[in-house]
């Protein structure tokens, strides 16, 4: 191993929340080091958000075209698959190449390092024979990688994981999904859109189980009838491939399942095994890296993104970026310049402050001039179709904390815009309230807009508006997000 190399800061992981930090502090001013060992931007670009997005808007435009008949004329419909894989291939992921996103944090001012960072001792990490020392601070933001369940058989058969799906250039006959949770159910309707033969096992008695009961049932029907088939409350015991037969799944219950291609997406794991958490003194075991309010896991070590466990979603990546930061610009002011964090923002080029541009410091949730992460209006968007948007706590949630719950409720199509829409107009509103202190504490809305109209609630179950005050606004007529109005007077 070579000299540590002295440096501000090290960024290990340039994921969403890590390229943003490492971005941010080196336009800030400080010598930052960010090491990445696959591609800059990590999963959202390149096989995440956005390629499934694009998939998505695919499937929906072909699924549109479907409604056509009876609405105004008829359409007929040709899926082909190959404009699709282009466009990811050629405008979302430039060929699984980062060069672009590399540049763009060099020309900030970064230094990167391709390769694995490892902790090595307090303020220090190790990226091959290379070892940095960081004077300020170590930004920890890896992420995850699927997690795959101990099914007998199925270690060494060729499954497909979310990269494969998302690289796909020709897409299989059949596709065996397991896992029906957002991820799952986003893909299973795209490939059932373009003429797979798709079929969703699920171990939890309903899909989408994180989120109310009511959203499984409209997604699981809106499935079905794009010809999915769903099996819930099945355990796989056992998986075989041959080349001939494919994929065949064994249930405990005697059930079998085949098909050609196996997806699976039964969640994520932190990538924290080969960290080296011991040597800073953090546990090593620990499923995600705990942090702070201020994103702090440990003395001079920040986290940020998937790896926090406080919901696997680029916006809380980004949210917790601006956090750390600002966190960490404040440490270095204080450390330049003493107790005064406000005198020394000067001495790194006023970073504090347009650091904190963005952000309101006003309010519970901060402390200082550092805002402190708070989760209760996290928003969340499967995007099937229609879409499920869902913010804060589900009913059970809510009666599991002791809350005194009221519930609302509002179906889509009884709504006008719903039966305007009339084909593909499922969904509905459903409102959860604390009775006691009068406002919103979660909130879901399924339908084709759902993650649009999830706005609205957003900012009501984040600023806590009275429930009174929501009633005496304005909601414009017809929209899908009028039916919110209705769900607030079946609150009681
Ligand atoms: C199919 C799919 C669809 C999704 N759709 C959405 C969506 O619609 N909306 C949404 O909000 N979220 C979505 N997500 C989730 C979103 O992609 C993640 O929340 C986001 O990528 C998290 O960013 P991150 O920076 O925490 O981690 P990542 O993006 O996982 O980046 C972590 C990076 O760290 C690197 N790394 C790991 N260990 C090391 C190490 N030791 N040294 C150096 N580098 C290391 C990895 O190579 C990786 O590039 C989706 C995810 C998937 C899989």
């Known amino acids: 191993m070579t000299e540590p190399q002295q440096v501000d800061v090290v960024v290990v992981g340039l994921g969403v929340g890590g390229e943003e930090v490492a971005g941010r502090l080196a336009e800030a001013g400080l010598d930052v080091v960010g090491v990445e060992r ?31 008949d009876g609405l105004a004329g008829s359409a007929e419909v ?22 672009a996103a590399v540049e763009r944090f060099t020309g900030k001012g970064g230094r990167f390092v391709r390769g694995t960072g490892r902790l090595a001792g307090p303020g220090r990490v190790a990226v091959g024979d290379q070892v940095f020392q ?30 494969e799906a998302i690289e796909v250039a020709t897409l299989p006959a059949s596709l065996l999904v397991l896992g029906g949770g957002a991820i799952g159910l986003e893909l299973a309707q795209v490939f059932a859109r373009f003429g797979v033969r798709v079929t969703v096992v699920e171990a939890s008695d309903r899909v989408l189980a994180v989120e109310e009961p009511e959203a499984s049932e409209v997604a699981a029907a809106a499935l079905r009838a794009d010809g ?23 249930a405990g219950d005697g059930a079998r399942f085949t098909a050609e291609r196996l997806l699976v997406v039964t969640g994520r794991r932190a990538h924290l095994d080969e960290l080296g958490l011991d040597t800073v003194g953090l546990d090593a075991g620990q499923r995600y890296l705990r942090v ?17 466990g406080e919901g696997a979603f680029t916006h ?11 966190d960490l610009l404040d440490h270095v002011g204080r450390r330049r310049g003493g107790p005064d964090a406000s005198g020394t923002a000067s001495s790194i080029g006023g970073a504090v402050g347009a650091a904190g541009a963005g952000g309101d410091d006003s309010g519970p949730d901060t402390a200082g001039s550092v805002p402190r992460a708070d989760y209760r209006a996290l928003p969340r968007v499967t995007f099937t179709d229609p879409e499920v948007g869902a913010v804060g706590l589900t009913e059970r949630q809510a009666r599991d904390r002791g809350i005194n719950v009221q519930v609302g409720f509002a179906p ?13 107009d499922e969904g509905f509103i459903k409102l959860v309230a604390d009775a006691d202190r009068g406002v919103l504490v979660g909130a879901t809305s399924v339908g084709p807009a759902g993650g649009e109209v999830l706005a609205g609630l957003v900012v009501a179950v984040h600023a806590a508006v009275p429930v009174g005050r929501l009633r005496h606004m304005i909601y414009a007529y017809p929209t899908f997000h009028r039916a919110i109005r209705t769900a607030l007077d079946d609150l009681g």
């Open 228 to 250: 999915v088939e769903i099996h819930t409350g099945v355990r796989v015991e056992r998986v075989d491939h041959d080349e001939e037969a494919g994929f065949t799944l064994r």
């Open 78 to 99: 040709r899926p082909d698959w190959a404009p699709v894989a282009r466009r990811i291939r050629e405008e979302a992921t430039a060929n699984w190449d980062d060069t």
């Open 292 to 308: 702070d309010g201020r994103m702090r896991a440990g003395d001079g070590i920040w986290a940020v993104g998937d790896v926090t």
């Open 38 to 68: 696959g591609l800059v931007g990590g999963e959202c670009p390149y096989w995440g958000c956005i390629p499934s997005k694009m998939m998505i808007r695919a499937a929906n435009a072909l699924a549109e075209a479907r409604r056509v």
């Open 134 to 163: 960081a004077r300020y601070g170590i930004v920890v933001g890896v992420g995850t990688r699927p997690s795959v369940p101990p099914v007998d058989g199925l270690a060494g058969t060729p499954y497909w994981t979310n990269r």
């Open 316 to 326: 809380i990546a980004m949210y917790q970026a601006e956090i750390v930061v600002r």
């Open 412 to 424: 889509l199509s009884s709504s006008t815009r719903g039966w305007i829409h009339q084909v593909g």
